[in-house]
């Protein structure tokens, strides 16, 4: 029933920009916290960006200032606007959506999609 359906991935020269989106659906979107990860080939899967449920944020230092986390709670989905990319940025992104209980912890992950940064 839970889902996290990833896209707007794609192929982009270095300095361009693209928005990746993730629509949710299946459980109370609002209370949970949801995250941008990725992973390129041949290494470990790597936080880019969260946002709380009350609207905190945190980036990876790679991205800070070039990367922009968001969420639109009546659609259901997170964004994340990605400007100034570099080849560095291509991976696999993925969406992930956590709830923290007293009795644990809810953890969902979408499909991904990827991003290709090269000239």
């Known amino acids: 029933q839970v889902q996290l359906v990833e896209s707007g991935g794609g192929l982009v020269q270095p300095g361009g920009s693209l928005r990746l989106s993730c629509a949710a659906s299946?459980?109370?979107?609002?209370?949970?916290?949801m995250s941008w990860f990725r992973q390129a080939p041949g290494k470990e899967r790597e936080l880019v960006a969260s946002?709380?449920?009350?609207?905190?944020?945190n980036y990876a230092d790679s991205v800070k200032g070039r990367f922009a986390i968001s969420r639109d709670n009546a659609k259901n989905t997170v964004y994340l606007q990605m400007n100034s990319l570099k080849p560095e940025d291509t991976a696999v992104y993925y969406c992930?959506?956590?709830?923290?209980?007293?009795?644990?912890?809810?953890?969902?992950w979408g499909q991904g999609t990827q991003v290709t940064v090269s000239s």
């Open positions: 946002m709380s449920s009350g609207g905190g944020t």
């Open positions: 299946g459980f109370t979107f609002s209370s949970y916290a």
């Open positions: 992930n959506a956590r709830q923290f209980r007293a009795w644990g912890t809810n953890d969902y």
